[in-house]
């Protein structure tokens, strides 16, 4: 069966750390590899995209990694602030529906000061 | 959330009724989705639109049905609700169905079945 693995244990980490966040899949062959923000009580935002035959992205503090060969992403934000504190999802295609993200059910992240 | 908004943000209704969540967009995309979120399963597709009258179901769609009869409107209804309906309800947009570009949601109805 498709899987989307995230660490289902809250990340703690220091504020000015770099945080990892892991997204492992299996049975996907996935185009592009979506990661998105989820604060309480409101949708996921989007954050960052990145295609299969890209293996690094970066936006400002993020950095995102893509893996096929393995079948993991990787997730970093650098320079981590108090403000970074919130769930952070990850996103794919299924192969043969190709019409909606199925998405893992999401890290919580907490920088503290 | 810019272009998209989800009507009502809460609800509590009763056993056996039915219940109907709205979905409205102002951006003119062509792919619509209701998710549904519960602890410990993360966003489960319920049913998703690739354009007016057409729908598809997603991975728990039994118990619920959709429709979209115009390009901005995407409504879920429950047509009994039970106390497994229970849960936050999110609505999301996209343009195009290559998913080279993110999904914009909406801010989610928190719906309590009784």
């Known amino acids: 069966s498709q899987k989307i693995e995230q660490n289902s244990e809250a990340l703690n980490i220091q504020e000015g750390k770099t945080a990892t966040l892991t997204c492992n899949y299996t049975?996907?062959?996935?185009?592009?590899l979506q990661w998105y923000r989820q604060d309480p009580g409101r949708g996921p935002v989007f954050l960052l995209l990145?295609?299969?035959?890209?293996k690094e992205k970066r936006k400002e503090r993020l950095k995102v990694t893509f893996d096929t060969t393995l079948k993991q992403s990787l997730f970093h934000i650098t320079a981590s602030q108090p403000a970074d504190s919130a769930t952070y999802l990850c996103?794919?295609?299924?192969?043969?529906?190709?019409?909606?993200?199925?998405f893992g059910k999401g890290t919580s992240l907490l920088v503290t000061p | 959330d810019a272009g998209i908004t989800q009507s009502p943000r809460h609800k509590v209704t009763e056993t056996g009724t039915p219940v109907t969540l709205r979905c409205h967009q102002t951006?003119?995309?062509?792919?619509m989705y209701w998710y549904r979120q519960d602890p410990g399963h993360g966003l489960r597709l319920i049913h998703y639109?690739?354009?007016?009258?057409?729908?598809d179901k997603g991975e728990v769609s039994d118990g619920y049905s959709v429709s979209r009869s115009k390009t901005e409107d995407f409504l879920l209804t429950l047509e009994s609700a039970t106390s497994s309906q229970t849960s936050v309800y999110f609505c999301?947009?996209?343009?195009?169905?290559?998913?080279?570009?993110?999904?914009?949601f909406g801010s989610g109805t928190r719906l309590t079945v009784v």
């Open positions: 049975n996907y062959s996935p185009a592009y």
């Open positions: 951006e003119n995309h062509r792919y």
């Open positions: 639109s690739y354009g007016v009258k057409d729908t």
């Open positions: 996103a794919l295609v299924p192969l043969n529906s190709g019409y909606a993200l199925n």
């Open positions: 990145i295609r299969e035959n890209e």
């Open positions: 999301a947009i996209s343009p195009q169905a290559e998913h080279s570009i993110g999904y914009t």
